[in-house]
């Protein structure tokens, strides 16, 4: 009865959350972000309030971004004024934008900060900024590309790693914090880092030794069409901004998102609900210009019209305004206001974002963006910058072999009787160098062409193309193939479990082509979430691009990024009767099932399953206890 009546409550604050014009949310802040180009057109009035009434029906808007230099173009400070007094007198916080480049259309062209023309005319900007705002961000550009003769001389023997690491640091305090504290003194100096965070060091954005330095952060969790240039899926968009939390706890100040590469139209909401289930307390969208564009017609994808939760037409609906007159929504800004409603809806359920601890150490590569493919199948993923104290689960890929004590540090957490997933390419990296103490394997160089598994007990299971994994060779008795990929009668493990003093140690055989994990046959997903993330105490059992979020207050989140409806099983190992979807009200009773027992022995945990439909590109939270919202 008790739960009936809060999802009653659940349903009816449903229904009176529906805004029929643009409202607040209550879960976070909305920034908008305005590059010079558009700063500078702000001198004239009429354009202005025209894109400011339109914009401000589509979406509500607690914050503005002024830039006051991009491409060498800087906006005159009498305009700069007039912008800040107008957003001000429509009690909107202003602050300011700096985008390092000289010539963003030319490949992206920074600053050479060899060259002393170029270090004065960044300090300058940066003092002339810190005049007009108390917070100023620095829009993805503060890196360099630069190999100029300046740059190749000043490099000297160092790679154009260490070198720009160096540089870029040393810029930051002279260049940037130190000209706009001393024009300054309450001016915080924030750094958004982009989204390509496998790649900074190259080009000397420093994660080590920035961070402290400034005084937030801000994370590009734009991901776009993954297949634009960057590639990048979609989990992105959650995984990047836990990790730059993790880097600066409490100081990571929002996620940013385009619309660039958000064909169908699904995607772009996607960006902005993936950014704010990872807890974003603000979320800024670029940028006015896009903002202001119309929506297309032909980026309403295929699916719609089946009660996903991105639905064209009802984004498209006229709005009733304040003034009781109706808006008819064309253009990004109202898709963005719509999106941003549908999810803070749940947000409120949801408490702090948990994960499988994966570590990456300061300036390392290895398999790049890994992690975020393993978030696309559902296993919740948390990349942090040192290796994670007293966790049960540490997962760990080739970028780890970059800390030298990685092999002692992975012992330490065995021996405490805790447990350690690492990637194929990661026991590649440290073969020769200590890891056959934990267990004798070979990653070879050898390929196999695989389409079919085995996954604890019963028949094999087949996928319809062949997938390309490494092929490892260990030694029969000394540790186990949990689960396998098999050729007609050769095979070879896919997980791999070796016990080490009282933990337990897995290798995970990454396929030559990362995305192939999304096409392995459910049984083999199962198996990978049970063993790598099932100390989570929930999980998710079915097919591939489905990721789970899970909170700290027994809610969670499931999202798929399948263009089809998928059924999948909701996995506690706790006893749960029902669960509560919280956007709907809706409470959904669970199975119990008993875990098979041979000669008594149980090989996998008893469950309480329940089973749920997710429509194509579309997210369901959750609460597995009667809900409280925040
Ligand atoms: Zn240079």
Redesign the pocket.
Known sequence: MHNLRVSLLIALTALFAMHIFAGDYKNFKVAVYCRAYEVEKMGDANWLETVWDELSKGVHVDKIYLETHRDLLIVDEKILESAIAFFRAKGIEVAGGITYTRDESNFFETF????PD?RAKVSEIASYTARFFDEVILDDFFF?N??????IG?KKDRSWTDFRLELMRDAAVDLVLNPARAVNPDVEVVIKYPNWYEHFQGLGFNLEEQPPLFDGLYTGTETRNRTSNQHLQQYHGYAIFRYFENLKPGQNRGGWVDTGGSNPLDRYAEQLWLTLFAKAPEITLFDIRQLDSPFRENTRAAWQGTGTSFDFDEMKKPLRQEDGSMFEPTKYARVAGYSLEIVDRVLGYLGKPVGIKSYKPYHSVGEDFIQNYLGMIGIPIDIVPEFPEGEEMVFLTASAKFDPQIVEKIKHQLTAGKNVTITSGLYKALQGKGIEDIVELRVTERRANVSEFRAGWGPTVKIEEAIIIPQIHYLTNDSWEVVSALDNTNGWPILHRADYSDGRFYVLTVPDNFIDFYIMPAKVLNSLRQNIAGNLGVSIEGQGEISLFVYDNSSFVVESFLDKEATINIVFDEETEQITDVFTGEIIPGNFREAPAFRNRKFVKDAFTFEVNIKPHSFRAFTNHPPVKK
């Open positions: 050479c900060y060899s060259n170029d360099t630069c190999k100029c003769n300046l740059c000043a």
